[in-house]
């Protein structure tokens, strides 16, 4: 006994068993009306709308909850579909931009790591995954303005990356900042409030 608190966000041992047709629709139905999934919706608005207050550019909570929807919300179609709607619509009212196809396909990297979180749950694999998912998202999204913005070079291809390192470590903090907060709000809510665990008997698509 290391006398430390279980903070494991998953029930010990989930049915991670796959779901199809009618009872795999049915799971998703009942998964709706379970308080956990609205605590899960509660964070996931949360979020979002902390987009709204004064920041550092790039810190914001957009990585962590898509490491969040893609651990924690058991149906992939839910994991997938509400984060990302979320983003959307804070999007629209923040403001559209040209990167948005590549920031968006940066978010779904990083709820397929929240998955693979979901099966391999640790403290020490949720900071791989937090950081991995800062690192790509920092490839990819510069990849993305080196093509628009700077000349196809080596040259330019470095000027770029060099220049966007302020960013990438705000980028870093940012999801580091949001991973705890969102995952230690489940962990203290789950702690205080047993209905709002994960049902075992509940099966979950991968």
């Not at 991670?16 to 998703?28: F, K, N």
């Not at 379970?34 to 909570?61: D, E, K, M, Y």
């Not at 839910?78 to 979320?86: D, F, I």
Request: charged content about 10%; aromatic content about 12%; some cysteine.
């Amino acid at each position: 006994m290391s006398g430390l608190p279980d903070l494991t966000p998953f029930s010990s041992s989930p049915n991670e068993g796959p779901a199809t047709g009618a009872c795999c629709d049915s799971c998703w139905s009942s998964s709706l009306i379970h308080p956990r999934f609205w605590l899960l919706t509660a964070l996931v608005t949360g979020a979002v709308l902390a987009r709204w207050l004064p920041h550092p550019p790039n810190f914001t909570p957009i990585g962590a909850l898509a490491l969040f929807g893609g651990s924690f919300y058991a149906d992939r179609r839910l994991a997938l579909a509400l984060p990302l709607l979320a983003l959307f619509l804070s999007d629209l009212a923040i403001g559209l931009h040209l990167l948005m196809p590549v920031v968006y396909g940066s978010f779904a990297c990083n709820v397929l790591l929240g998955r693979w979180l979901r099966h391999h749950w640790g403290v020490w694999n949720l900071a791989a995954v937090t950081v991995l998912g800062s690192i790509q998202f920092y490839l990819t999204t510069n990849f993305a303005c080196w093509l628009m913005a700077y000349p196809h070079t080596l040259a330019g291809l470095i000027d770029c990356y060099v220049k966007a390192l302020p960013f990438f470590r705000n980028t870093l903090l940012g999801d580091a900042t949001f991973v705890v907060v969102l995952f230690g709000a489940v962990a203290v809510a789950e702690r205080l409030l047993p209905v709002l665990r994960e049902r075992t008997n509940q099966p979950a698509t991968t």
